[in-house]
């Protein structure tokens, strides 16, 4: 599990890295029209670990804890994505995993099986769901690599 975590820990970076050079225009734009844009990529995945950290840590402290869903397209039309700054998210998102990852380094092997009881997705561990938020970043990414590409600005390697 460890590979993982450290996997999670580095997502902030990656997530950095991915919009990296681009101006506010370009990090609100459209390249790809009926998609959201490269900052509502952004604040979605940072509202998005949160929530999922908070769920675990949930899952660590708490007895089969009950999880609620909830709507993501809600919340990137109605939480004024354009309005918040994409650095910031980038820098919450990166200090959240940091933090978090360092419960996760020492926690024992029984505490990846704890669980909790989702909404909609049923029965969760917190392995799962630590491995379904790596996961999450990599999905991610490849969407935002496209619109960059299409506006004219490739990530290079």
């Not at 990166?94 to 997705?121: C, M, T, W, Y």
């Amino acid at each position: 599990m460890q590979d993982v975590i450290e996997q999670y820990a580095g997502g902030g970076e990656k997530l950095r890295r991915a919009i990296a050079g681009l101006s506010e225009k370009e990090l609100k734009a459209f390249p790809v029209a009926g998609t959201w844009s490269i900052q509502q990529i952004v604040i979605h995945l940072t509202d998005s670990d949160a929530i999922w950290v908070s769920r675990m840590k949930q899952m660590i402290a708490e007895d089969r804890p009950l999880i609620m869903g909830y709507d993501e397209s809600d919340w990137a039309a109605h939480l004024l994505c354009d309005y918040q700054s994409a650095a910031d998210a980038v820098t919450l998102f990166d200090l959240n995993r940091i933090q978090f990852a360092r419960v996760l380094k020492r926690l024992p092997e029984s505490g990846f099986e704890r669980k909790g009881i989702h909404s909609e997705r049923g029965e969760i561990s917190v392995g799962h769901s630590l491995k379904m938020m790596v996961e999450h970043v990599d999905h991610h990414l490849k969407f935002i690599y496209e619109k960059r590409a299409k506006l004219g600005k490739p990530l290079k390697d």
